[in-house]
């Protein structure tokens, strides 16, 4: 293969167009087409990382094996793409300046007045060119997040616009990923709002090869010829991007019917093998196919949003898939679950997870979950937090701890069962200074988890501060718990199981930052699958149990 090619995906009108998913689907149809990619987000806040945001700001913090907390879409590249993914991959204003203030402290600009141009655009610019070199790829895929027209973004795509000069028109492509609203007065679909954002664009400098217009009715041929005229795109590169409601991983899907991928490849001169998308094909075949329904209770504080889980929602879909189920994700906030009891929530629901989380709100609500899924067989998947709250229920209402908790909680519990390490006792700098990134941790081979995963070792993603107290494990594991995942030289639980019960997993890693629509993670898998016995068992509730059969 020849020198690197770059795409660079741009938003118009408005935010929330899933620009990401956009990206990460332009890189599954590439690896479709036999070459490798690679993907890079650019965030115009200046956080340093979105690891300090709050989950109502920003969503989900979606952490790398090497341990950077990054967006969210940086989630959608890895389930779209066989790429695994660094701190060098999610890029913010705030690193970018950070890099830039550094240097110059140190003197690095010779007494040079340090600019937005040149100093900040060539920052972001040795960025792309510093993950093009380590990644090897075909194609680099960056996407520069929020709205063009927006203050902060303006830097990131002066940026691009001189990378684009230097790298030669052909080595580089711009895709304006736009909306193209209905309105319903007029019932028309307007391309005024997307004239307008080209508009913006051409100003900077940059003039989109490729519109991929989001709209929720189809765009017909004519409307494309007025966006291609008014916009300066050829008629073949204005594509509908229709919303898709089945499920997200047949964007790629949609993308090739209208032939975004031929007109990538023509317009960077790339050369590939003919597209093969058929394991995405199956895959979507098998979700809108289901042959049953689970109903899965995820609880946690942020309910109403619709990014704070979003990993996990993915992973128990994936899980689902794997069954040929559909999972029907039913959100419960833990503080409705404090006010009113577990029994309002829990008609028909066939397995509990209880996803990460900090700080004491919502916390009796999942400690009530977990002993009412402890109790009544259901099937419980505790990550993180939810692992924590698993420890405390077990502490408290098995082995006679009381007011046992996290010192995260209640520093004064009698019972600290999940406690600070002794190097995290004076770590007052919030950002990127808890146990970040991929670990290793060794099996049980008889346990559920030794069991799923098939192998006597794995590594996982973490992000958290507290963990399992060592001086509680002996009089834990007399009370019955199973602790049958260890850091491999012992010395830190990663793994709690409750035995003589269908499916009781705890895991102080996050396992849905590792699972993927073509591989789904062995712990989901097994979650849902057991889900779908419970449902089973609930169809036909004379039916034995597993454990009393
Ligand atoms: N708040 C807990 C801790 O810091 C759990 C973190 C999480 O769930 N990601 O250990």
Same mark, same amino acid.
């Given at each position: 293969?020849?020198?690197?090619?770059?795409?660079?995906?741009?938003?118009?009108?408005?935010?929330?167009?899933?620009?990401?998913?956009?990206?990460?689907?332009?890189?599954?149809?590439?690896?479709?087409?036999?070459?490798?990619? %690679?993907?890079?987000?650019?965030?115009?806040?200046?956080?340093?990382?979105?690891?300090?945001?709050?989950?109502?700001?920003?969503?989900?913090?979606?952490?790398?094996?090497?341990?950077?907390?990054?967006?969210?879409?940086?989630?959608?590249?890895?389930?779209?793409?066989?790429?695994?993914?660094?701190?060098?991959?999610?890029?913010?204003?705030?690193?970018?300046?950070?890099?830039?203030?550094?240097?110059?402290?140190?003197? *690095?600009? #010779?007494?040079?007045?340090?600019?937005?141009?040149?100093?900040?655009?060539?920052?972001?610019?040795?960025?792309?060119?510093?993950?093009?070199?380590?990644?090897?790829?075909?194609?680099?895929?960056?996407?520069? *997040?929020?709205?063009? !027209?927006?203050?902060?973004?303006?830097?990131?795509?002066?940026?691009?616009?001189?990378?684009?000069?230097?790298?030669?028109?052909?080595?580089?492509?711009?895709?304006?990923?736009?909306?193209?609203?209905?309105?319903?007065?007029?019932?028309?679909?307007?391309?005024?709002?997307?004239?307008?954002?080209?508009?913006? =664009?051409?100003?900077? !400098?940059?003039?989109?090869?490729?519109?991929?217009?989001?709209?929720?009715?189809?765009?017909?041929?004519?409307?494309?010829?007025?966006?291609?005229?008014?916009?300066?795109?050829?008629?073949?590169?204005?594509?509908?991007?229709?919303?898709?409601?089945?499920?997200?991983?047949?964007?790629?899907?949609?993308?090739?019917?209208?032939?975004?991928?031929?007109?990538?490849?023509?317009?960077? !001169? =790339?050369?590939?093998?003919?597209?093969?998308?058929?394991?995405?094909?199956?895959?979507?075949?098998?979700?809108?196919?289901?042959?049953?329904?689970?109903?899965?209770?995820?609880?946690?504080?942020?309910?109403? =949003?619709?990014?704070?889980?979003?990993?996990?929602?993915?992973?128990?879909?994936?899980?689902?898939?794997?069954?040929?189920?559909?999972?029907?994700?039913?959100?419960?906030?833990?503080?409705?679950?404090?006010?009113?009891?577990?029994?309002?929530?829990?008609?028909?629901?066939?397995?509990?997870?209880?996803?990460?989380?900090?700080?004491?709100?919502?916390?009796?609500?999942?400690?009530?979950?977990?002993?009412?899924?402890?109790?009544?067989?259901?099937?419980?998947?505790?990550?993180?937090?939810?692992?924590?709250?698993?420890?405390?229920?077990?502490?408290?209402?098995?082995?006679?701890?009381?007011?046992?908790?996290?010192?995260?909680?209640?520093?004064?519990?009698?019972?600290?069962?999940?406690?600070?390490?002794?190097?995290?006792? !004076?770590?007052?700098?919030?950002?990127?200074?808890?146990?970040?990134?991929?670990?290793?941790?060794?099996?049980?081979?008889?346990?559920?988890?030794?069991?799923?995963?098939?192998?006597?070792?794995?590594?996982?993603?973490?992000?958290?501060?507290?963990?399992?107290?060592?001086?509680?494990?002996?009089?834990?594991?007399?009370?019955? #718990?199973?602790?049958? *995942?260890?850091?491999?030289? *012992? %010395?830190?639980?990663?793994?709690?199981?409750?035995?003589?019960?269908?499916?009781?997993?705890?895991?102080?890693?996050?396992?849905?930052?590792?699972?993927?629509?073509?591989?789904?993670?062995? =712990?989901?898998?097994?979650?849902?699958?057991?889900?779908?016995?419970?449902?089973?068992?609930?169809?036909?509730?004379?039916?034995?149990?597993?454990?009393?059969?």
């Amino acid at each position: 293969m020849g020198r690197i090619k770059y795409i660079f995906v741009t938003g118009g009108v408005c935010s929330s167009l899933g620009k990401g998913v956009a990206a990460a689907s332009i890189g599954s149809l590439l690896e479709g087409q036999g070459l490798s990619v %690679s993907l890079q987000k650019f965030d115009p806040y200046i956080n340093v990382d979105p690891g300090t945001m709050s989950p109502y700001q920003h969503g989900e913090v979606y952490v790398t094996d090497d341990g950077a907390e990054t967006d969210l879409d940086l989630g959608y590249y890895e389930r779209f793409t066989s790429t695994v993914l660094t701190r060098q991959n999610s890029v913010s204003t705030g690193q970018v300046y950070e890099a830039v203030i550094r240097r110059e402290r140190r003197g *690095g600009y #010779l007494g040079k007045t340090v600019q937005v141009i040149p100093h900040i655009t060539d920052e972001i610019k040795s960025r792309i060119r510093l993950l093009a070199e380590s990644s090897g790829a075909d194609v680099q895929i960056c996407e520069i *997040g929020g709205t063009v !027209g927006d203050i902060e973004s303006i830097p990131f795509l002066e940026a691009i616009r001189q990378f684009a000069h230097e790298e030669g028109r052909r080595n580089v492509l711009f895709i304006h990923v736009t909306l193209i609203p209905h309105v319903k007065a007029a019932d028309e679909l307007k391309t005024k709002p997307t004239q307008h954002s080209v508009m913006k =664009l051409r100003e900077i !400098g940059i003039q989109p090869d490729i519109l991929l217009c989001r709209s929720d009715r189809p765009i017909s041929d004519e409307m494309k010829a007025k966006l291609a005229l008014f916009c300066n795109v050829q008629k073949e590169a204005v594509l509908s991007a229709l919303d898709i409601t089945s499920t997200i991983y047949e964007i790629p899907l949609s993308y090739s019917r209208e032939g975004l991928n031929q007109v990538v490849m023509e317009y960077l !001169g =790339l050369e590939g093998s003919p597209l093969d998308m058929s394991a995405w094909d199956d895959l979507v075949e098998r979700i809108k196919n289901p042959v049953g329904l689970v109903r899965i209770a995820v609880v946690g504080k942020y309910a109403e =949003l619709q990014d704070a889980y979003r990993s996990i929602y993915e992973a128990l879909l994936h899980g689902g898939a794997a069954h040929q189920h559909k999972v029907e994700i039913i959100k419960v906030n833990a503080e409705d679950v404090e006010a009113h009891g577990v029994e309002d929530y829990m008609t028909g629901i066939h397995g509990i997870l209880i996803p990460g989380g900090f700080g004491t709100r919502g916390i009796e609500g999942k400690i009530e979950m977990v002993r009412f899924a402890r109790t009544r067989n259901l099937p419980f998947f505790g990550i993180c937090l939810g692992m924590q709250c698993a420890t405390v229920e077990y502490a408290r209402n098995m082995a006679g701890m009381d007011n046992a908790n996290s010192t995260e909680i209640n520093p004064d519990t009698p019972y600290p069962v999940i406690s600070l390490l002794e190097e995290q006792h !004076g770590v007052v700098e919030k950002g990127g200074t808890m146990r970040l990134g991929a670990y290793r941790c060794r099996l049980e081979a008889d346990s559920l988890a030794g069991r799923g995963y098939g192998v006597p070792e794995i590594s996982e993603r973490h992000r958290h501060r507290y963990e399992f107290n060592n001086n509680y494990r002996n009089a834990l594991a007399d009370a019955g #718990l199973r602790l049958p *995942g260890t850091s491999p030289d *012992g %010395s830190l639980v990663e793994i709690i199981e409750v035995p003589n019960h269908p499916w009781f997993v705890g895991v102080q890693f996050h396992p849905e930052f590792t699972s993927r629509p073509l591989k789904p993670h062995p =712990l989901f898998r097994d979650f849902i699958g057991a889900a779908v016995q419970e449902a089973e068992r609930q169809r036909h509730p004379i039916m034995a149990s597993p454990l009393e059969q």
